[in-house]
């Protein structure tokens, strides 16, 4: 007895015969009424296919809806479900809960941990069991038996539904009657049984129409396993009607026997095609070119299936476009979303990571786009690194009163912006809590709601329990859209060419199917059951289900990966191309292997059969094919821009114009400060960027703690606190005793200590501080006794230096320490004292003089002579002697200056950027700039101002 | 008739007893993956065997050797079906269900499937060994309170030592080590330092005056002065190191602080252990999981009898290649999971347990070849060969036949290579156990090379090197390298590489076992005008061109303020000349990049170029892969990649970094997000390089491993090859499983010293034995007669003697190796490839026609109508937009869904019910009181009353699917359609929810709605008269907001 009144059921053998057979004299009956037909099919890809085979025919239409099962089943449901992100939310809560009072070694925690990690597999596990009539009683575990219990009575207890739930139910039940049906007529195409999860849904469509017809593939050619079967016969049940063969000749033309060859039965690779590419990218090109190929042979549908929306997919979309080859794109192509919720997006990162500057700083340049911040990202990441620096911290709140109390006004903003962003979130919140919250900062920024937000909001008043942070950021996260709509080429047209997937090219008629990325490993995908519902439990639950339906194992889900493409085969006419590539770019180490399925069609081709079969013959079969570039005509040209690279590289040709010289002289620095000189000695390169374009580089890195530099630091503020005594003249002042400096210096080092928190890494950190700080003020005692001091002291002004051709150079500096006879320069008698908490420095005239090594320290004393002092020049260390050169010696020493000398006068600088090791690294370049190794530097060099660069050799390392 | 190999039967044995354990020592060259491949496909071809494929994991350590192992056994395979005759595919799918792998990620496969009950952590992310940002995060949110060492401890080890000399310790500790160490606590009381060696210092007097004898009198005083600090006063006191050396001083301090340092290496050592397992604590709770940590993983599962004995009931055979590089937890995991059941753990090899079950583990490997110590352990693989040997859970084959190196070439290394791994050498020797016990032999034994019957005679050549004066302080290895590579490189450039036996350049392969040395090699071949293709393991990804140039050119676009990556753009991007570079600057280094016009040509054209970038760097809806392929094309980057790369390798790369961007793109990430990822991989390392036909290949000994060229030419043999002795805190070595932990270098004895230094050379042996091995055809030996051998170079450690060798004959024996190229004529297949590529072939048919374009209404308007975009099949799986605040899509969507099922017909009763249900909806999402309002409206309406009139037949949301025009179809869905069929009329409703802008009035906004989509509802008139023909057709536009609707386009 038919329970639904207008009632067919029909077998389809081919996409062809279904559309003569069913689909069409369908489409064509309703014309002229205004009734309400929907048209239900598996995915996008066949509601557009059926679209684009209406108007190739010319089958206009009126009152026809397409749609796939997900937005027909809005059509009749009223309560939404509540949504998988927020499914997650109630179930990490729920498993916190059960956390909390445990003790950290407690092994009960054990199995809760290795859950909450898993969470998304074992929900997607539990929505296999729902969809098919199970419940959470029927998990193995305990746990997730009591898990998922207690989510489906959570969702009954708030007023949602879950969704596989309520389509049982409504697939299940009769209709009552005199309620409105949702449709006069329907069609489903049902596909096969890889459709199981969507049974419920349909059924309770189907439920629902006045009308109702419904295709199914049809078993036999749904391959092995019997599940084909069963799935006929749910619907027989459902419908009580006996499903019948569509009543058309199979189609005289099909690429069935390709597919065979992998699914198993006789076979014949004699309508196939193989493309083996060099790489990925090539594979790009000659799947582009086969495309054009086979149209000019007069293919009028051509499917070209992407495993999903991957490189290869935009490379050969857009070669598609540059050739002019119209094509439908249903895999996708995401854009960036709008800047507003890429904003919240970094919100949810910025409280989820802790309110750490690293995240502050990725939020910045999308604050500033919407001029909601006013610094540039590089002053931004400038102010960080200051404040870090000073705090060696990364968290943000702590240190925000000091940002906005700062004279600096870049610190200000910084705090500014940080203060509208915080507090922090604490561990644990009520969803409704954390929406104030985070609703707030995003009505002070103005940002506009996400589409689906009230959801969210309404979950809030409905939750009402304490959740883990964390896990509602996970939840907002989902509702902010990850990608955008972008206006793309192919979106949605009717074209011969389509860009799609499995999934959605099964189920209609192509006259040629393109199977890219044919690579072991792509694809098929080879799926690990989970293991909270394993193989072994789905075939045992199987066997003991309410319904026929079954759950899929991973094998059951492989044999239908392999139906699917068989079936793309079987309603493909002329010809089916399979395209894989030698090696990725990714990886060129590794060469890859074609895919089961193209490896049995080249082996029925024979292609694997001759000498040195395999790997061999997959790699001739790729050099057989000219590399992409060489075939696209993409000749070498003498071209300026190489003659100035190679220029720059070659040893034999002095530095010119085009390396780090200005021709104009315009920009010849008037002054340098001392620091300045010894680095632009050591690598003229910087003294390029620093003093000559005056360009900054911006530190990129993600902020870590330099413990040396901090000390450094730290030693250089408290000296200065211990030994600045009473105001005498200028910087001058009176150099306080020993016994009243190591007064001082107790007491600066106890503010110090009171900064740091209390811990043993602050601990040592400030022991080492002291240390040093106290050997140092014990050699500045022993050095000649002299009553009057300045620390951190300018140069005089008005000071030059010598250097060499070009004269006299204005400098500047900061000097640590400076002992002097009177309180002035002109006529004193000055020890200019410099300190050094680490490395390796040593002051010496000798090596001064041949490397520059501590040259600032040489220029310190030359501008004092300048200045009319007398003197020396000292290098204080912790854990070593002093170190002096003396005014007799140090134009010696100063020998270096001659070389900037020769900078100066003549314009050119060049480099002499050592070659980076893995640890260590010069001076940086941009960026852009790829390196040019340190030989031909030296090469350079002395070709341009004639002295040898010093003796330097390689670094010894592992290859 | 082929001849075989004499080893033929191991190799058999191998092939066909499943039913065994076996491990199998082979020699370079003698086809390991080859044998393992052929053991699989025998499998496959059988029934039986095949029942065993499902629980095969066949594993090895390097991602590419597992790749290759997997295509190889496949391959062979293959071969073997077609030498059956055979098209059953069925023994391909079988060979499908076995495992191939990494040892990672076999343990992460047992991880994930046995770990939930433990508590593991079932998806983590990987992070590389010693991986610093992850340090320095745990370091700053790590309390730093250490339990294991009381408060007087604690203060005693700060005052010597700073707390971060415990940190690279901490950092790299195994787990097990981790564990041991923290149970070693030190006595309470640190000792001080002796006062007996004080005497001896004071008293030390120096052989001469001058400033050894004043160096002296400071350390001198320093220990004495130190001693008093330290019994004295509390201050920091770190330790000092002693000044010059006078007098044997540094081993006086060093015995000096001997106690002291003592202590402070173990107290270290506990803390290291304390803060390494909190460290990993950490890590694992976030779900970090290092390489080592997945073996861990693996192995803490194993330490449950029960989770064990489930694991061993699931019946693994173990197939490990390459075993000599597997590291000793990595063979516990594989050894136990194939013992049987009820085996205790740990008592096999070593041990008197029962080995693994029979058929369920093999390996192979070459001890000779283990040339990485610090991860594998070359004695533990010994274990597990010498048991099989005694027969001990299995037997032991040998391959000695090569198939690769040549007759000559092996009868130079059978004679000149025993003695190198010989007892003869001291550092192939142990330490002996007890006084006048013989010294055990630590060194693998060398199995002497049997040729395979095919291979060539081949050649084993002297290349004659002049010794030309080297002088100077420094560097005079770098520059007596650079003068050997400079006369090999004239002699092939004069001479041809015939000349060595090798067909094309690219047969050649230059070998050295340091980098550096090849980057000197480089520079020389490439001064002869010879091409190189330098291949690099590990090559920084910010030195490749192609890396650097998207880097800064990301790097402007998302911040255009940022000059001084400007610089580097316009300079190396563009090659703009430094001098016009800084003429464009402001005086404070700043760009006007916005005002190209402004600049000097070329600074101004690629300002221009780049400026429509930096406007895309925040755009919305910008695809990633499109703005990088575009920006590509604009600097014309493959271009200047061909240019600077003719190989190629540039261009990969670039290819390689679209592809990222694309993939990154495809979830929605923005250039910012690409630049970030960009730069996080900076400073990260990939191999490149890659050989070219016409390229000398320059590679190190180590990346050799696996690989043969016809003619290798290793070269440096003379050069000592040195090592650096490693700082600070660290573990020594491990007597009877205890970590032996060090303060700093005093305190590694001169026996552990001289242990160490003799296993490195011992491996130093076997990478010259790798390097000795890759030739195919011919190795060339250069060689400096004049020249003595460095200490612990190549040369010496190999019994060389160069006079044996014969000098490199006169080119016509190159023919000779160019036989030994395998595969050149390969024709029948890549003819045939060609074919079915088709290229070019005869176009048969027409051309089909184009198909009309495809309209979608919703887009024809001239404001989006995202409500009915949303609903409309063609946007399933299409990111959805964001509100734009003005008008809520969720309320349109909504408004729409209630107007589809009203009941039109249906009494007020009805209507009210269905508005109530709307309205609950309405609620829940959070527009109740606008909704309400605006069904109140509508229902109070007069377009409502007239809408409601029975001569009405209506239909809501109506697809159309019909021609507009010639060559267009639309593509929508009205949202109401009225028809009269007595009165031939038709109304088409579209129901507006958009809100007012700022003061309009009613008749403004439905001007404004009319306005904007006026284009829509005309085109669903034009449709639909198709359907309704003579029948006018009125457009409606009703305003959810005003409450009233318009008429749209006056006429049909
Ligand atoms: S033409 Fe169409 S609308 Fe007019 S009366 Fe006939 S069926 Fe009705």
């Known amino acids: 007895m038919k329970i639904i009144p207008g009632v067919d059921l029909f077998l389809s053998r081919f996409a062809d015969s279904e559309w003569h057979g069913v689909v069409r004299p369908w489409l064509e009956e309703g014309r002229g009424r205004l009734e309400r037909a929907i048209v239900v099919a598996p995915t996008r890809g066949q509601t557009h296919a059926l679209k684009q085979r209406c108007v190739v025919e010319g089958v206009s239409l009126l009152g026809v809806e397409f749609l796939t099962p997900g937005l027909a089943r809005k059509k009749r449901v009223q309560k939404e479900g509540l949504r998988r992100s927020l499914q997650l939310l109630v179930l990490q809560s729920r498993i916190e809960a059960r956390l909390a009072p445990l003790d950290p070694g407690d092994p009960a925690r054990r199995l809760w941990k290795s859950l909450a990690s898993d969470l998304g597999s074992a929900l997607d596990d539990f929505e296999d069991l729902a969809r098919v009539g199970f419940r959470p ?87 092995a396993g019997g599940s084909g079967e069963e799935w006929v016969d749910a619907w027989q049940a459902l419908l009580g009607v006996e499903a019948r063969p569509i009543d058309r000749p199979d189609p005289e033309e099909s690429c069935a026997p390709v597919a065979e060859l992998w699914t198993g039965g006789a076979g014949s690779a004699e309508r196939a095609e193989v493309i083996v590419a060099r790489s990925k990218s090539d594979e790009g090109d000659h799947v582009a070119d086969a495309v054009v190929r086979l149209l000019g042979e007069g293919a009028d549908n051509i499917a070209v299936i992407f495993p999903g929306a991957d490189a290869a997919h935009a490379r050969i979309a857009r070669l598609m476009e540059e050739r002019g080859v119209p094509f439908t794109d249903l895999v996708g192509t995401a854009g960036t979303p709008p800047v507003d919720a890429r904003i919240q997006s970094a919100l949810v990162d910025f409280y989820g990571g802790g309110c750490r500057l690293e995240e502050l700083l990725a939020l910045w340049p999308l604050l500033r786009s919407l001029n909601l911040a006013r610094l540039s990202p590089a002053d931004a990441r400038v102010a960080c690194q200051e404040l870090f620096d000073e705090v060696q911290a990364h968290c943000v709140e702590a240190h925000v009163g000091r940002l906005e109390a700062s004279d600096d006004a870049r610190w200000r903003e910084m705090g500014r912006v940080a203060r509208i962003l915080l507090p922090g979130w604490p561990d644990h919140l009520t969803a409704a809590d954390a929406l104030g919250r985070f609703e707030a900062v995003r009505d002070q920024l103005m940002l506009a709601e996400p589409a689906g937000w009230p959801a969210l909001r309404e979950f809030a008043r409905r939750a009402a329990e304490p959740m883990p942070a964390r896990a509602i950021l996970e939840a907002f996260r989902a509702f902010l859209p990850e990608r955008g709509p972008v206006s793309a080429q192919g979106r949605g047209g009717f074209a011969r060419v389509t860009l799609t997937t499995c999934r959605r090219a099964a189920g209609v008629a192509w006259s ?15 799926r690990e059951p989970s293991c909270w519902l394993g193989d072994e439990t789905r075939r045992r639950l199987n066997e003991s289900g309410r319904f026929s339906l079954g759950l899929p194992t991973s094998d059951g889900r492989a044999a239908q990966e392999r139906r699917l493409c068989a079936a793309i085969a079987r309603d493909t006419r002329r010809k089916v191309v399979l395209s894989a590539a030698l090696f990725s770019e990714e990886d060129p180490e590794v060469r890859l292997g074609p895919n089961s399925w193209l490896e049995r069609v080249m082996w029925s081709k024979g292609l694997l059969s001759a000498d040195g079969a395999g790997t061999e013959a997959f790699e001739r079969l790729a050099a057989a094919r000219p590399a992409a570039g060489a075939r696209r005509g993409l000749v070498p040209q003498p071209v300026e821009w190489f003659e100035i690279w190679s220029r720059r590289r070659d040893p034999d040709r002095p530095f010119d114009e085009f390396f780090l010289a200005d021709a104009s002289g315009a920009r010849r620095p008037r002054r340098l400060s001392a620091r300045q000189i010894e680095s632009g000695v050591k690598d003229p390169a910087q003294l390029w960027f620093d003093a000559v374009l005056r360009v900054r580089r911006v530190e990129w890195r993600s902020f870590a703690r330099n413990r040396g530099k901090s000390i450094g630091d730290a030693v250089h503020r408290v000296l200065a606190e211990a030994l600045r005594g009473a105001p005498a003249e200028g910087d001058f002042f009176r150099l306080p005793g020993r016994d009243a400096a190591g007064a001082r210096l107790a007491a600066a080092l106890a503010d110090l200590r009171a900064k740091w928190p209390r811990d043993r890494y602050w601990d040592s950190f400030h022991m080492d501080v002291c240390r040093a700080a106290r050997e140092l003020v014990g050699r500045v005692y022993e050095l000649p006794a002299a009553p009057f001091g300045a620390v951190e002291a300018g140069l005089p002004e008005g000071a030059t230096v010598p250097v060499g051709d070009a004269g006299r150079l204005a400098v500047s500096g900061r000097m640590d320490l400076v002992l002097s006879d009177r309180p002035g320069w002109n006529g004193a008698r000055v020890e200019i004292i410099d300190y050094k908490t680490g490395g390796e420095s040593k002051l010496s005239a000798r090596r001064m003089a041949s490397s520059g090594a501590s040259l600032q320290l040489g220029v310190y004393l030359q501008a004092a002579l300048s200045a009319g002092a007398a003197g020396s020049v000292w290098m204080l260390k912790p854990e070593e002697r002093p170190m002096r050169i003396g005014q007799e010696e140090i134009d010696v020493a100063c020998a270096k200056l001659g070389t900037l000398g020769a900078h100066l006068a003549t314009g050119v600088y060049g480099a002499l950027t050592p070659d980076r090791g893995e640890y260590t690294h010069g001076f940086e370049w941009p960026l852009a700039c790829a390196p040019i190794g340190l030989a031909i530097l030296e090469s350079k060099f002395f070709r341009t101002f004639g002295s040898p660069a010093a003796g330097r050799s390689r670094d010894e390392d592992h290859g | 008739m082929v001849d075989l190999p004499t080893d033929q039967a191991a190799r058999d044995r191998f092939t066909n007893e499943w039913g065994v354990n076996l491990a199998v020592a082979a020699n370079a060259g003698s086809g390991k993956t080859t044998a393992i491949s052929e053991r699989l496909a025998a499998m496959a071809l059988s029934a039986a065997g095949a029942e065993m494929l499902g629980r095969t994991a066949v594993v090895t350590y390097t991602k590419k050797a597992a790749a290759q192992i997997g295509q190889r056994a496949r391959a062979v395979l293959l071969h073997r079906m077609t030498d059956a005759g055979s098209s059953d595919p069925a023994p391909l799918s079988r060979l499908d269900r076995a495992f191939f792998g990494t040892i990672h990620s076999f343990c992460l496969l047992l991880a994930r499937r046995h770990g939930s009950a433990h508590g ?74 002796s006062s007996a060696v004080l005497e001896e210092i004071l008293a030390a007097v120096p052989l001469r005056k001058g400033p050894g004898a004043s160096a002296l009198e400071r350390n001198k005083r320093t220990a004495r002065e130190w001693l008093r600090k330290h019994e004295e006063e509390s201050d920091p006191l770190p330790i000092p190191a002693a000044e010059g050396s006078a007098a044997g001083i540094r081993d006086l301090y060093r015995r000096f602080f001997a106690p002291l340092k003592g202590w402070l290496a173990d107290a270290g050592g506990v803390l290291a252990a304390e803060l390494s397992l909190r460290y990993r604590g950490w890590r694992f709770d976030r779900g970090i999981q290092t390489y080592a940590d997945q073996i861990e993983t693996a192995a803490a599962l194993l330490d449950d009898v029960e989770m064990l004995e489930r694991i061993r009931g699931e019946g693994w055979r173990v197939i490990l290649d390459e075993a000599q590089d597997a590291d000793p937890k990595q063979f516990d995991v594989l050894v136990e999971i194939s013992r049987p059941p009820g085996a205790a753990l740990g008592t096999w090899p070593s041990g008197a347990g029962i080995g693994p079950r029979a058929g369920h583990f093999c390996m192979v490997g070459d001890a000779q070849q283990a040339i990485y110590s610090t991860r594998a352990d070359i004695r533990n693989f010994q274990v597990h060969i010498d048991a099989f040997a005694n027969g001990n859970g299995g037997e032991l084959l040998t391959f000695d036949v090569t198939f690769r190196t040549p007759r000559r070439v092996v009868r130079l290394l059978n004679a000149t290579l025993g003695g190198a791994f010989g007892r003869g050498r001291a550092y192939n020797l142990g330490l002996p156990p007890s006084e006048g016990a013989p010294a055990p032999l630590l060194q693998v034994a060398y199995e002497p090379l049997v040729p395979g019957p095919a291979n060539p005679e081949g050649g084993a050549w002297m290349l004659p090197i002049t010794s030309n004066p080297v002088d100077g302080p420094h560097g005079v290895d770098d520059r007596r390298l650079a003068d050997e590579a400079r006369q090999i490189a004239r002699f092939l450039a004069s001479a041809g590489s015939g000349s060595v036996g090798a067909p094309a350049w690219g047969d050649i392969c230059i070998m050295a076992p340091r980098k550096a040395w090849l980057s000197i090699v480089r520079d020389e071949f490439e001064s002869a005008g010879l091409k190189i293709a330098l291949q690099m393991r590990r090559n920084r990804n910010g030195d490749n061109p192609v890396y650097a140039w998207l880097s800064g050119l990301l790097a402007v676009a998302c911040d255009p303020e940022n000059t001084f990556e400007w610089v580097g753009v316009l300079r190396e991007v563009f090659g703009v000349s430094d001098s016009v570079i800084a003429a464009s600057l402001g005086s404070n280094g700043d760009l006007s990049w916005d005002e190209p016009e402004g600049h000097a040509k070329p600074v101004g054209a690629a300002l221009d170029v780049l400026r429509p970038f930096v406007g895309r760097a925040d755009g919305e809806g910008e695809s990633l892969g499109r703005f990088a392929e575009d920006l590509a094309a604009a600097c014309g980057l493959a271009h200047m990649a061909r240019l600077a790369d003719p190989e190629g390798g540039l261009e990969d790369e670039l290819a390689r970094l679209l592809a990222r961007a694309a993939e990154l793109g495809a979830g929605g990430a923005g250039p910012r997000a690409w630049l970030r990822d960009l730069l996080e991989s900076t400073d990260g390392f990939r191999a490149s390089g890659r050989p070219a036909p016409d390229a000398i290949n320059l590679i190190t000994s180590h990346s050799a491993k696996g690989l043969e060229w016809p003619v290798v030419i290793p070269v440096g043999l003379w050069r000592t090859i040195s090592s650096r002795e490693p700082t600070g805190l660290r573990i020594v070595s491990e007597r009877g499983g205890v970590p032996e932990v060090v303060f700093d270098n005093d305190g590694v004895s001169e026996d552990a010293r001289d242990l160490y230094e003799r296993a490195r050379l011992r491996e130093l042996v076997r990478l010259l034995y790798v390097t000795l091995t890759r030739a195919r055809g011919a190795l060339v030996v250069p060689w400096a007669a004049q020249v003595a051998p460095g200490t612990n170079s190549f040369a010496e450690l190999w019994d060389l003697d160069p006079g044996g060798l014969d000098p490199l004959p006169a080119p016509s024996a190159g023919a000779q190796a160019a036989s030994a190229r395998k595969g050149a004529g390969a024709a029948p297949a890549a003819a ?61 969507i909504w408004w729409h869904e209630t107007l589809e099922f009203l ?41 409502w009353r007239l809408v409601r009139d029975a001569r009405w037949t209506r239909l809501a949301e109506v697809g159309v699917l019909a021609p507009l025009g010639a060559d267009a179809w639309i593509d929508g869905v009205m949202d109401l359609v009225l028809h009269d069929p007595n009165a031939r009329e038709v109304w088409i409703v579209d129901w507006k929810t958009n809100r007012r802008t700022g003061v309009e009035d009613d008749s403004a906004l439905l001007g404004r709605l009319a306005a904007d989509y006026e284009g829509q509802l005309r085109a669903y008139r034009q449709c639909a008269s198709a359907f309704f023909p003579d029948c006018p057709i009125t457009l409606w536009i009703y305003s959810t907001v005003a409450g009233a609707w318009t008429r749209v386009g006056s006429s049909s």
């Open chain 1, 512 to 526: 040629d199917a393109i199977f890219v990325e044919a690579n072991t490993g792509v694809w098929p995908e080879r």
């Open chain 2, 832 to 892: 045939q490839a060609a074919e079915s590529a088709g290229a070019g072939g005869p176009v048969s048919a027409a051309r089909a026609p184009a198909m009309p374009m495809r309209i979608l209404p919703h887009e024809l308007a001239r404001a989006p109508d995202q409500a009915r975009a949303a609903r409309h099949e063609s946007s399933v799986g299409e990111p959805s937009p964001v509100n734009d605040g003005a008008d809520p899509l969720d309320y349109g």
């Open chain 1, 137 to 223: 009683a029927d998990f193995p575990r305990a746990e997730l038996r009591e898990l998922f219990g207690e989510l489906v009575a959570w969702v009954g207890r708030h007023g949602y539904a879950l969704g596989p739930l309520e389509d049982e139910a409504a697939g299940l039940a009769p209709v009552a009657p005199g309620s409105e049906p949702v449709a006069d007529r329907i069609l489903i195409l049902a596909g096969g049984p890889e459709s199981w999860g969507d049974f419920f849904g349909l059924a309770a469509l189907a439920r629902r129409s006045r009308s109702v017809a419904v295709v199914l593939a049809e078993p036999e050619f749904g391959g």
């Open chain 2, 903 to 943: 009941p039109w017909a249906g009494d007020l009763a009805a209507v009210a019910a269905h508005g109530e249900s709307s309205m609950a909806k309405a609620a829940e999402m959070g527009f109740e009181a606008r909704g309400r309002e605006e069904w109140g409206r509508l229902l109070e309406s007069e377009p």
């Open chain 2, 120 to 193: 593991v952590h079932l998806n983590p992310t990987l992070v590389d060994d010693g991986e610093d940002a992850c340090w320095q995060e745990f370091l700053e949110q790590d309390p730093m309170a250490f339990s294991s060492l009381s408060d007087t401890q604690m203060a005693c080890f700060l005052r010597h030592a700073a707390l971060d000399e415990i940190f690279g310790l901490a950092k790299e500790l195994n787990l097990g080590a981790a564990r041991r160490l923290a149970e070693r606590r030190p006595p309470d009381a640190a000792p001080g330092p």
